[in-house]
């Protein structure tokens, strides 16, 4: 067996002191937090996990020039040792089903079973995108009632559901937004984006082949209403603006900006990621937005993590409808959505299509899994879902601007996420030390340095699954990491102590990652 895995650690060696070993262990573990090598270093190509029958001569000799002659080199493990290598590896990582993970902008809440119990359904995880219309009527019939759903939540006229994420659905709506303003012959090139924005904003506007611009936010972080007037013009093809803002602020002028927009012959984007904010009190198509994105993995609770997978429906208003990607729901006037396709897009008058997002219908599993949320929520559970998410960060943010600043704390209610500065700290303390910190309490770090408006920010997401009891937790844990940070307390410099791995140095492990096991092996 090798001797090195990738943290260097010798089996044998006492654990290092910076990794919170007070007392050394002969194994290198840290309780129950096992130190895990790689399955090479477990298994060897020698041994074979299973009793396979001798192969049939026969069999290899029909593959001719095809059959292997060398061994590939696979360690051969038992079914135990393999389940163990890889729950070991998962208890290495945070998870939602740990504890609290109040990334904010990210919305890592619980998945509820039951929507998992649904999804592995045979009729919704075994269809394949190419199985005859026919066969698979039930699960276009899911695809349909979610989008169903999703149009009246929002007060839009039709979707399309198949983008693949939050940004893909950006994308869509972008080329929506293009396709529709080239129908009319009216060439415009700049996208106005507010400072405060998420960064897949700009960067969608761009790849749409805009110039971007910024938009200031006023003081009480919030889209400057006079400036953004003052810059609409004839070269304005849209706004792209996130709503709730990542400042975790509504925009209350939502409808004023709207209106200005559409004055000026523009669109309105609304970066719809924060509707887990105001779903099922607030409808989007209300405030005058054509185009908004909906990540399920956010606001419907399907599993978000890893970068995948997603799923990002786009909403869209009675004007941009007739763009819309193929496949797209449409409402019709007599309020029944119907599925439209290449067959019949000139039976639904969908005749100015900008072309197709993806090959098939997007996420399935995600769709069900979505529907089954709401479903069992109805509307009163989904009010009450967004309600109790933004209970939970103003009970957060006013139990922590005491000890921490809170920039917008004077802008009346925060929605679900509670922003909080590095303001105070003392000199040398940074926002990455409280998150480092916050690793020794137990918890997943918080968003850091983002919106970037806020110096040394710290977006804080409890999502509305938490219980008082972990947010009193959490809320214990933050504050004693404040007052370290604000005393200057040199060992939080140091922190994580008591995470299988000690601090890293950030911009080298971004900027020079040893992705390769020899490499590292080798030293
Ligand atoms: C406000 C906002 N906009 C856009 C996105 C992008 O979504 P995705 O990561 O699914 O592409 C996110 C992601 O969480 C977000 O929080």
Known sequence: MNQINQSGWKPGTPIAADHGGDYPTVTGNKALMLEEPLLFELGTAETCGVDLPAPDPKASNRLGPMARESDIGLPGLSEPETVRHYTRLSRQNYAIDLGLFPLGSCTMKHNPRLNEKVARMPGFADVHPLQPVDTVRGALGVINELAHWLIELTGMHGVAMSPKAGAHGELCGMLCIRAALEARRDVRQVVLVPESAHGTNPATAAFAGYEVEDIPAGADGRVDLQALKARLGPDVAAVMITNPNTCGLFERDMKAISDAVHAAGGFVYCDGANFNAIMGRVRPGDLGVDAMHINLHKTFSTPHGGGGPGSGPVVLSEPLCPYGPLPFTARMEDGTVHLVEEENADQFGHTHSFGRMTAFHGQ????????????SHGVDGLRQASGDAVLNANYLLRSLDDVLDAPFGDAGHCMHEALLSDHGFAEGMTTLDVAKGLIDEGFHPMTMYFPLVVHGAMLVEPTETESKATLDQFIAAMRSLAERAKAGDETL???????????????????????????VANG
């Open 364 to 375: 399935m599993g995600m769709f069900t899994r979505a529907l089954a949320y709401i479903l």
């Open 493 to 519: 410099k140091t922190a994580p102590h008591h995470a299988p791995r000690a601090r890293l140095d950030e911009a080298h492990a971004a900027r020079k990652p040893v992705l390769a096991y020899q490499e």
